[in-house]
């Protein structure tokens, strides 16, 4: 299966082992998004649900790069680095995915990158 990368001006450079995303064949894999600032690719300091409201707008810009947008999404992988902060974290994801919803994995870590509260996976078909 050949592989082709998306991106967009419109979201901070990757930081480390970050991707903005790889296609391979129908599917967008985006791994590791955390939520950095567009311009400046520095954390959006906040509370978790701020942090995740720019992580799907760097989402949602990457997917358009790659021509898809939420609705094409079926797997989404969300790491917290504090478990009670799921409700706040899902009331935003809730705005930007729509019945039928993709399949959810939602897991407490350690910590993250760049000190980040939460992080999330994306697969698109």
Do not use: C, W
Request: charged share 20%; no cysteine; aromatic share 8%.
């Amino acid at each position: 299966m050949a592989r082709e990368s998306f991106t967009t001006d419109k979201i901070a450079t990757p930081v480390g082992p970050f991707s903005p995303a790889v296609g391979a064949g129908e599917f967008v894999y985006l791994s590791g998004q955390v939520a950095q600032d567009p311009t400046t690719g520095r954390l959006i300091e906040g509370d978790v649900a701020a942090q995740t409201e720019q992580i799907l707008k760097n989402v949602e810009a990457v997917l358009a790069a790659a021509r898809k947008t939420f609705a094409d999404v079926i797997k989404a992988g969300v790491y917290l680095t504090d478990m009670r902060d799921f409700a706040a974290m899902n009331a935003v994801y809730g705005r930007h995915f729509e019945a039928p919803y993709p399949a959810r994995t939602t897991v407490a870590v350690a910590s993250l990158p760049l000190g980040a509260a939460v992080e999330i996976d994306i697969v698109a078909r």
